[in-house]
């Protein structure tokens, strides 16, 4: 293993970090962005909807260019410009600005997110060891850092302008940094292709079956993970009686031990293999929210929500790594993860609706436990991600 793989494995994971850091900054600050700017709850709901749709887009347009650039150059570009915009949404002065702000921040997320996933993949094939669970767990802690951070300043009374903009200068000094030790562009740079079957080319490349079905998988982990993001406090305190601190604690329960399953998924995937560990992952979470749904009790349900994250930390970082290794072998893994990331975030717009629309009708409970029957078809499609091991496998003996 060389010198500059060990190197990379690091400012890759900093990468994840800076990146979650810098999402919850803007999460975080939402309430101060909305009182701020005088905004409806209608007029909020689309700016943060304006966020997702750029950052979607951008995956799309991005993954042809980080295959012909290399995934290096796209980082080192996206990682200076991420906390810009995030300081460009702090110093917006009027709401036209803001959404041209927030359209800028989703945009370079989305260029940021396709190019540190195929980054991550282009380290665990020259290492021959997985670290996509570590990149992942990464971007949790910075973004509870961020969080934290974000709280403890507006509580303070420091405004958007002023903590973004010191966030922005430490970020940027990172971001410099960390382009100095990621793996050269040629790791995973593809050749252009002929001039006549580019544009066909580009167009039909990743929209794989095998993409497709990765990509559902995707799009229900992140429909579960938003539902215990959203909801899982309305769950404790309306339906079970529960104080609003004791509420907060099933998303705290949850984070906390999908984080600590990401910090120790790689080395599980080493010793069991992706398809088992993504079965028994979707096993372990159905029974965490099987315990949720039928508890007469607030802690006990907080321990089922802890269950379940324990179980959701490793299926959306192995299916990653999934997707990434199969393009690498064909179009590019920039290419195949800007693919699967737009179906599997497609789970995040479209899920919170799915979701309060079905609470509505049929109560909150019973829309949980809807969820398990999903979960449970991610935990019968594992076998389709054999393939990820086999290119590990093969590296880690040259």
């Known amino acids: 293993m060389s010198e500059l793989a060990v190197r990379a494995r690091w400012a ?24 701020g700017h005088a ?54 002065g009027t709401v036209t600005e803001l959404v041209a702000a927030v359209v800028l921040l989703g945009g370079v997320h989305g260029m940021l997110d ?3 996933n195929s980054h991550a993949v282009a380290v665990e094939r020259e290492r021959g060891r997985p670290i996509m669970n570590g990149c992942h767990a990464a971007w949790a802690i910075g973004a509870l850092s961020g969080s934290v951070l974000g709280g403890g300043l507006t509580q303070a009374g420091v405004s958007v302008a002023t903590h973004y903009f010191w966030l922005a200068g430490v ?16 790791v995973d740079r593809s050749p252009r292709p002929e001039r006549g079957r580019r544009t066909r080319g580009a167009l039909r490349a990743g929209w794989s079956r095998r993409v497709l ?18 909801w899982a406090g309305v769950f404790l305190h309306d339906h079970l009686g529960a104080a609003l601190g004791v509420a907060s604690f099933g998303y705290i329960a949850f984070t906390t031990c999908e984080t600590a399953g990401r910090l120790v998924g790689d080395r599980l995937r080493q010793r069991f293999g992706v398809p088992a560990l993504i079965r028994t992952g979707g096993i372990i979470a159905v029974a965490g929210l099987a315990v949720v749904v039928l508890s007469p009790d607030p802690w006990v349900a907080v321990a089922g929500f802890a269950v379940m994250g324990i179980g959701m930390s490793t299926p959306l970082p192995l299916i990653f790594s999934t997707v990434g290794h199969i393009g690498a072998s064909g179009a590019g893994a920039a290419v ?18 799915f ?8 109560g909150l409970t019973l829309t949980l436990g809807l969820l398990i029957p999903l979960l449970l078809a991610v935990a019968w499609s594992a076998k389709a991600t054999a393939v990820a091991d086999r290119p590990l496998a093969e590296l880690s003996h040259q």
């Open 213 to 230: 079905l990765f990509g559902a998988m995707g799009a229900t982990v992140l429909t579960c993970e938003g539902a215990v993001f959203n």
């Open 39 to 92: 905004m409806t709850e209608a007029q909020l709901g689309l700016v943060l909807a304006a966020f997702g749709v750029a950052a979607m887009v951008a995956m799309q347009l991005i993954g042809s260019l980080a295959t012909r650039l290399g995934s290096a150059p796209v980082i080192r570009l996206a990682t200076v410009l991420l906390p810009l915009t995030l300081l460009g949404v702090g110093l917006a």
């Open 336 to 353: 195949f993860v800007a693919r699967f990331t737009t179906l599997t975030y497609s789970g995040t717009l479209i899920g919170p609706v």
């Open 171 to 186: 970020l940027v000094a990172l971001a410099v940094v960390i382009g100095l030790h990621l793996l050269p562009a040629s």
């Open 114 to 116: 396709v190019a540190m």
């Open 12 to 35: 890759v994971t900093a990468v994840f970090l800076c990146n979650g850091m810098t999402i919850a900054s803007l999460q975080i600050r939402v309430p101060s962005l909305k009182i």
């Open 355 to 362: 979701i309060g629309w079905l609470a509505q009708g049929f």
